[in-house]
């Protein structure tokens, strides 16, 4: 194994393995190796006297908080004025939970030096190709690839010809030229330079290559009596840049669109203390809400009697009967998708009690069930304000696809999600599904039956669905 990479180690593991590092005089990553190497040998030096403190959690950084998760960058100063950002871009990177390894060119380190860029990184600098310490086992492929991104800042113009024309005569050039990664550069130098026929050709060819460049911004330069475009872009603008190449945003295909969803149970009283119910755990409506929300859409979610928490970004209303859903999935429009997920109740009693029926001598007390409204075919038949988009689900025990078929024929709707519920299946309550698409297409239904899958799993899968409709009708109304 030539190279190792550990990440995500607790402060405390790090502090440690600091310490003793500079203890014995080797760098971080040769004494990981020492450790591993005593281990197998069966002979480990006692932690003491670095005791590594116990974690405040056992969970992630990004569980407990909310980051996002830890990324990696090569960052390879060049040798320039510049170079007293780079500081700044350190700590700017890592506010972004973005691990820091730092190169410094000869020429740099005129300008910062390692120890200062050491103790913003809270890692080893490298400054050296031939350094015995890290080039024993080929250092210097191990900083080309063992990230997720190269950043140099600031990228000189010798240091941007010395990469167009595929030199490799110091660390930081053989680094740029034994990646695979996308390089990031944030050029720096004087306006003439930056104008300079040369410098414009070895920009145009990395640019071809698939280097990314940010600025350089136009202002007043170090030398005195110079202005114009040269200067390195801020700490902040590079840190931003950094973060879109290694966190792209997430296509949202529903911005702009507004997604009414059911969920869950209905509960239908008796009396103060009992309901009628069914064994709906809302985890599917639930799942389809975030999912929809994940795609950029404004989420209305109205949910019957859940153990489950809102969806984040999610509008929710909770209702008890399906009267109330009713009621509220009527305010809510108008949506553009309609996804009626919920499980609702399709009687109650006709006269619910306002006390505990009590058990008598002539035994049970009639019940006398109604029909609930029917929310799927109400929605669906709206002659105003129906959604472009109305889609139903099919809970069934038999007959799945023949029951689903018919169901979508009579309600009116535009698809059904036809899943098995039998007991044997788990479904309800469970975390998984496997769910049947029922849709019309030319003039004929159609069946798309897809693989079981979490449901979080078949609710990303319906939204993309989703989305793709949308996005035809939209090419078609534009045609």
């Given at each position: 194994?030539?190279?190792?990479?550990?990440?995500?180690?607790?402060?405390?593991?790090?502090?440690?393995?600091?310490?003793?590092?500079?203890?014995?005089?080797?760098?971080?990553e040769e004494e990981v190796r020492v450790i591993l190497r005593e281990l197998i040998e069966?002979?480990?030096?006692?932690?003491?006297?670095?005791?590594?403190?116990?974690?405040?959690?056992?969970?992630?950084?990004?569980?407990?908080?909310?980051?996002?998760?830890?990324?990696?960058?090569?960052?390879?100063?060049?040798?320039?004025?510049?170079?007293?950002?780079?500081?700044?871009?350190?700590?700017?990177?890592?506010?972004?939970?973005?691990?820091?390894?730092?190169?410094?060119?000869?020429?740099?380190?005129?300008?910062?030096?390692?120890?200062?860029?050491?103790?913003?990184?809270?890692?080893?600098?490298?400054?050296?190709?031939?350094?015995?310490?890290?080039?024993?086992?080929?250092?210097?492929?191990?900083?080309?690839?063992?990230?997720?991104?190269?950043?140099?800042?600031?990228?000189?113009?010798?240091?941007?010809?010395?990469?167009?024309?595929?030199?490799?005569?110091?660390?930081?050039?053989?680094?740029?030229?034994?990646?695979?990664?996308?390089?990031?550069?944030?050029?720096?130098?004087?306006?003439?330079?930056?104008?300079?026929?040369?410098?414009?050709?070895?920009?145009?060819?990395?640019?071809?290559?698939?280097?990314?460049?940010?600025?350089?911004?136009?202002?007043?330069?170090?030398?005195?009596?110079?202005?114009?475009?040269?200067?390195?872009?801020?700490?902040?603008?590079?840190?931003?840049?950094?973060?879109?190449?290694?966190?792209?945003?997430?296509?949202?295909?529903?911005?702009?669109?507004?997604?009414?969803?059911?969920?869950?149970?209905?509960?239908?009283?008796?009396?103060?203390?009992?309901?009628?119910?069914?064994?709906?755990?809302?985890?599917?409506?639930?799942?389809?809400?975030?999912?929809?929300?994940?795609?950029?859409?404004?989420?209305?979610?109205?949910?019957?009697?859940?153990?489950?928490?809102?969806?984040?970004?999610?509008?929710?209303?909770?209702?008890?009967?399906?009267?109330?859903?009713?009621?509220?999935?009527?305010?809510?429009?108008?949506?553009?998708?309609?996804?009626?997920?919920?499980?609702?109740?399709?009687?109650?009693?006709?006269?619910?009690?306002?006390?505990?029926?009590?058990?008598?001598?002539?035994?049970?007390?009639?019940?006398?069930?109604?029909?609930?409204?029917?929310?799927?075919?109400?929605?669906?038949?709206?002659?105003?304000?129906?959604?472009?988009?109305?889609?139903?689900?099919?809970?069934?025990?038999?007959?799945?696809?023949?029951?689903?078929?018919?169901?979508?024929?009579?309600?009116?709707?535009?698809?059904?999600?036809?899943?098995?519920?039998?007991?044997?299946?788990?479904?309800?309550?469970?975390?998984?599904?496997?769910?049947?698409?029922?849709?019309?297409?030319?003039?004929?239904?159609?069946?798309?039956?897809?693989?079981?899958?979490?449901?979080?799993?078949?609710?990303?899968?319906?939204?993309a669905h989703v989305a793709r409709s949308v996005t035809d009708k939209s090419l078609e109304?534009?045609?």
């Amino acid at each position: 194994m030539a190279s190792l990479t550990i990440r995500k180690l607790d402060e405390g593991v790090k502090t440690y393995l600091r310490l003793r590092s500079a203890k014995n005089h080797r760098s971080v990553e040769e004494e990981v190796r020492v450790i591993l190497r005593e281990l197998i040998e069966g002979r480990e030096e006692p932690l003491t006297p670095f005791a590594v403190p116990p974690a405040a959690s056992t969970a992630p950084v990004s569980q407990r908080t909310g980051a996002l998760p830890e990324a990696s960058v090569t960052l390879i100063i060049g040798g320039g004025i510049a170079a007293f950002k780079s500081l700044d871009l350190i700590r700017r990177l890592k506010e972004r939970r973005i691990e820091v390894r730092c190169v410094l060119t000869k020429a740099a380190q005129q300008f910062v030096t390692p120890l200062s860029v050491s103790a913003l990184s809270h890692e080893r600098v490298y400054t050296d190709l031939f350094d015995p310490q890290s080039e024993f086992d080929a250092g210097h492929i191990r900083l080309a690839r063992d990230c997720d991104l190269i950043v140099v800042a600031p990228a000189t113009a010798d240091l941007m010809a010395k990469m167009a024309n595929g030199h490799a005569d110091d660390l930081a050039s053989a680094i740029l030229l034994a990646t695979n990664r996308k390089v990031l550069l944030a050029p720096a130098m004087n306006p003439l330079m930056w104008n300079n026929a040369a410098t414009r050709r070895n920009v145009a060819l990395l640019q071809r290559d698939g280097v990314v460049l940010i600025g350089p911004n136009s202002g007043e330069m170090a030398e005195a009596g110079e202005a114009g475009i040269g200067r390195m872009s801020e700490a902040i603008e590079i840190a931003a840049a950094t973060e879109r190449l290694l966190r792209p945003p997430v296509p949202r295909p529903l911005a702009g669109k507004r997604v009414l969803i059911t969920a869950g149970p209905t509960h239908e009283p008796i009396d103060p203390v009992r309901y009628i119910a069914n064994r709906s755990s809302g985890k599917q409506g639930f799942a389809i809400a975030a999912a929809a929300q994940a795609a950029g859409a404004e989420v209305i979610l109205v949910s019957g009697p859940v153990d489950l928490g809102d969806p984040q970004g999610v509008t929710v209303k909770h209702v008890e009967s399906a009267r109330q859903m009713l009621e509220q999935v009527q305010a809510a429009l108008p949506a553009d998708i309609a996804i009626f997920a919920a499980a609702v109740a399709d009687w109650r009693v006709a006269n619910e009690g306002e006390q505990k029926l009590k058990k008598t001598s002539a035994g049970m007390p009639p019940l006398q069930l109604v029909e609930n409204p029917d929310i799927l075919a109400t929605i669906s038949k709206l002659t105003d304000k129906r959604p472009p988009l109305v889609i139903g689900f099919a809970a069934e025990t038999e007959h799945l696809i023949d029951n689903a078929k018919s169901k979508l024929a009579r309600k009116g709707c535009d698809w059904i999600v036809a899943n098995d519920v039998s007991p044997a299946t788990g479904v309800m309550g469970g975390d998984r599904n496997t769910v049947h698409l029922i849709s019309r297409r030319d003039g004929e239904i159609a069946v798309d039956s897809w693989p079981a899958m979490t449901k979080e799993q078949v609710a990303i899968e319906l939204v993309a669905h989703v989305a793709r409709s949308v996005t035809d009708k939209s090419l078609e109304s534009a045609s």
